[in-house]
């Protein structure tokens, strides 16, 4: 009711309520005012759009820590949020005593929906055969009703990237919300970016199971070499197909897929994911990236460490591989993967957690917690998982954070959101409660039914 | 000469700092660790607590005790001292992991193989990890005798070995044994067992060869102990595959036996009562859940997975509440690793169970007491009591927290693990690269 | 350069004579390459003059005299107790030292390896995998009947000093038995000093089938000792009492190592690293074998062990650390300097510990041999320890001190005349006499 009425009221009104909900948002006062908060009329008719979660401890990311407040939703974004909000009556109200709101996470790098059972090859749809493969797209192969989608759920995540992999260049990512009856539902971005994949420190797989000579398959300097002369190649493609539309007297080249679907890269509108592992390697990534003028995310990155002034005078932000994992060699020490993050958080690099998994997506929090054992701030570890992430993929105007205008992903959870006792009591994705039952949850009621019956 | 020599020896001191940056600097065994939060597991946790270690056994546990001369002290306020952790499965420090030909070679024993030098024994220290039941792989129906290790770092092969343990018999069932997930490879034929009958019937068959093999031997004694034994008796060959089994069926030996579903967890209770042989604990149990009843009624535990599922078909009803949910029902449940990587965190993989069901303590007992139990040495460690080894892990926040770190392994009051130790180490490596 | 039959010394009464038996001589030397060991022949006779002698049996004599006939060591001492008989050829050793010829107790010398071809292509992968099901396992493997003497070979290794080698198979668990060969000739049955020596046996696996891993292979061994003894036993009671017994079935493998394995010839091991020490400890001691390690380049961290054993050592001083060993899993940089600083000196430490020990370049060339040699004095092993190493040491391994490993008067004359201390990196060998027979190494152009 209250909502309402001001909503009705004058301009002024408006923008002296605005000022008291976001006083306590400081920094962001200078930002425009949020698209559904202007649009008035449709508001002032659908009361039913509009749900609060009250007395909630509030961990907006974007700003300081609410003890308790309110965080009101209208359709499916954030209208306002704050600790001495008042809310019309009659809308739906959540009771948050004793959670805490956090924004929902993003799995910056997964397999969720491509994978399903990794040993039955039936169900594997994340590795297309041979090594170049720019026109494959994981949003064509999502499974949307994959059984580890709902689990990653329950565990707080919202949104994920999906990304293919192997070869040289594995294929287009895709960025999904956690949410839909189909997998066009979930898109947010349908393509995030290619993925190329590097070989490894210890000289990457070689050939058919480790046979196939001494030699790596292909060192990263060569593989470097050959995505240049690709990207020229789709370049010059471009140019005489351009050329060749203008002047009908001139040859125009053939239909050629690679060079097609790398145009998007070489015109700096696609980003290109490396998968990128050793410190020199990096450094000749950089080099690249700067030269072919690519927009560019690391993956992996773990000996990042080595060179993260490097990385972060380059602006390129990094996304952490699976933490589950060894050195890759023992002389980086045996928490050097562990210690990775922090390091190049703290030069400045502009980080993200990733499972690197489906049937494990739910891990992504333990990951950032990993690194906060080893150095990483707290803070700075559940950023890695929020608003990182978004920025990273630019959709940090959407997502990412608790603030007014954002799309209503939130997270309730019965204690920190990155510890490994924590529930997560309720998940609401573009202000929609999702269902968290899941696999788990639905075998253990069937089983625990015969317990029942007697 | 002499200065070469000396430098060698010095090289090789600096080489076996790298590798046990503390065990052979201190008086073996005598610790005094101050301030701790101890959470001995057999009882409530002791807020600012000490323990007194003398020879490697825990002699003293309460409040301002004093140390003996030449004993470490460890001022550990703030941080969190529990039993050194149990993995109930791992492979690790071997020299290979099945002996993958046959379908049947129990003949073959980890003992034969253990590797001191493996890596992996370190990275387990760095968890927190004290013991570790390293096993044959599944590879086989029946696999090889496994062996419970402590993972004294830098120490010979032998003097890792826990003789008290449970002598166990690795046995596996499932997609693994039926070869399921494998690649035929041209010119060789599809191994039996290809099915999960074949798999029962091939234990059957060999354990009643093993029950003839007995009798054949009890009839060779019995004829050589007789009045007027024939001049050329011969014994009966020894067969060390059936010896063995011989062993199994005379209860010298405890079956292990990796198991993901229901029903060939039901047939190899079966198997194991009609034969009247122990089962120590089932390996991965994924549908234990499904089951507690039947395993309840045959005392036998589990020793699982968290929550690392649907590798596989037989995984794929693998839920998270597996462990948490039987630990409800009264079995008893252990947290294994089986991978030399995860095994450093499986404090992790058990504070993972809080979020499906159970305490922190009960928790912190799958991969302690519960553990130890699985492997028969609760009477040894497991537990912080008073005349258990010294067999412990310092933590610096809570072990079943995710943002907790280990900061010391301890073995018989030796210390195989120091973070500090490492983080110097490193700081003195970097002053002398810069200094050169 | 190379005297094979040397100036034999003809007692002659006259000249027809003479030449009858020059032509007697000729002929039979054209015989002897077609059908070697076809006739008794008189070895030459020398006296090596003015050397200083490290007979290794005592102490060096400054200035002596070697007498050496018939492929024997006739006399030895300081030059003004020995007469010169008059019969024998002089040579002039001023300036040269002499030492016992060196015994590398495990090679794998004159033998053609089949280079293993590494697959590289997946076919030629799954072709390879289903093609090698047969097992590589030799018991009966006599190596004396695979050897290719080739001269540039034994030159090379007289070279270095060596003048004795045992030539070890080199294929699957039970590889086979060695022999020990004098460098003498490139025709094997001259060569030889004991054939079969030894079983040879490595920690090794099959591909594919059974054993294909460690643990399989250590009962895979365990299972056919047992099997030995109970054939063993089976053979022995049904030639005491066929009566109402069945004969046992022949059984190739089992019969070639019931001479190791009942009658306690000796077994050797190879040890790559030092749980394959103690692997091999386990079973000497479960079977009571005459048990002898070779390689072990990791024993002194199982000196402990060693102690006690007994068991004869063959160390080689190839200092590469074996893969499974913890020298090999910290990175590159300790890797290679575990190569450079810690392996060379196990044998220090193996000394230091008092326990006895032959050097051996198993797996090595032979200029890596001796460069490693020179490496492990340098890393604390005395040269005194070192020479015996390489002498008595491996004469008394092979069973054969009685007949070398020293000079001393009846003894084989294997020795080898040094410009220089044997172990000095610019130290020659100029001479070098196997069974008697007299090879020359002079420097170019001195």
New interface residues.
Partial sequence: MFVRKIISSSRVQQLLIFLLIYGLNLQLISRPLPESFCSNQESQEEASDLMAIVNVRIIPVAGPEIPSGTILIEKERIKALGSNLEIPSGLRKIDGRGLTAYPGMIDSFSSLGLV?????SATVDNRETGRLNPQVKAIEALKYDS??IPIARANGIVAAMVAPSGGLIAGQSTLVKLDGWTNREMVIRESLALVVELPGIRGGRR???G???QEPAVSTEKALSELKELFNKSRMYEKRREAAARNLLLPRPDFDETSHCLLPVVKGELPVIFAVHSDKDILQVIKFVQEEKIKAIFYQVEQGFKVAEEISRAGIPCIMGSL???PP???D???SLFLNPGLLNKAGVKIAFSSSS???A??L??HA??A???GLD?LEALKAVTIYPAEIFGVDKLMGSLEPGKLANIVLADGDL??????IEKVFIEGREVDLNN???E??ER??K??EEK | MKVVISRTILFIIFVLALLAPESYLLAAGNLLIKNATILPVSGPPIPGGEVLIIDGIIKQIGKNLSAPAGARVIEASGKYLIPGIIDTHTHLALSGTNEGTDAITPEVRMADVINADDPAIFTALTGGVTMVHTMHGSANVIGGVNVVLKLKWGQPSEKLVVKEAFPTLKFALGENVKQSNRVLLPGRPQRYPATRMGANAIIRRELLRAKDYMTQWERYEKLKNSKNPPRNLLPPRKDLRLETLADLLRGKLYARTHAYVATEMVEFLRLAKEFGFKVAALEHAWEAYKITDELLAAGVGISVFIDSWAYKMEAAEGIAYNAAYCTRRGILVSINSDSSERVRRLFNEAGKAVKYGLTQDEALKMITINAARQLGVDHLVGSIEVGKQADLALFDQHPMSAYTRCEMTIIEGDVYFDRQQILKNREEAAARKGGN | MKKRIGKLNLVSGSRKVFLLQAVAILLFMILSTSSPGAGEEVGPAYALVNCKIFPVSGPPVEKGTIIIRDGLIEALGYAEKIKIPEDAEIIEAGGLTAYPGLISAHTNLFLEIKQQEQPQTPDEFLSSFSQLSEPQEFPELQIFKELKPKKQTLESWHKIGVTTVVIAPGRGIFQGQSVVLNLNSDQPNQMVLKQPWALHINFTTERGIYPSSLMGTVAFIRQKFYDTLHYDLHKKKYLSSPVFLKRPEYDHFLEALIPFVVDKKPVVFQCNNQEDIKRALRLIEEFKLKGVLTGCNEAWRVADHLKGAGVPLLVTVDFRPATASIYSQQGEAVRKKAEAEVFPANAAHLQKENITFALTGFGLSESSFRKNIQAAIKAGLSPEAALKALTVEPARILGLERQLGTLEMGKIANLILTRGDLFDEKTKVIKVLVDGILFNYEEKGQ
């Fill in positions: 399903e059972i990794s040993g039955v059984m580890h050939g058919f199971m046979i196939g000579g589950y994992g060894l060699v023992w002389e020490g045996y928490d489906s049937s494990a739910k891990d929090p333990y917690a990993k906060v054992a080893f707290r990155l510890e490994l006792g924590t529930r696999r788990y949850t075998l253990l089983f625990k015969r317990e």
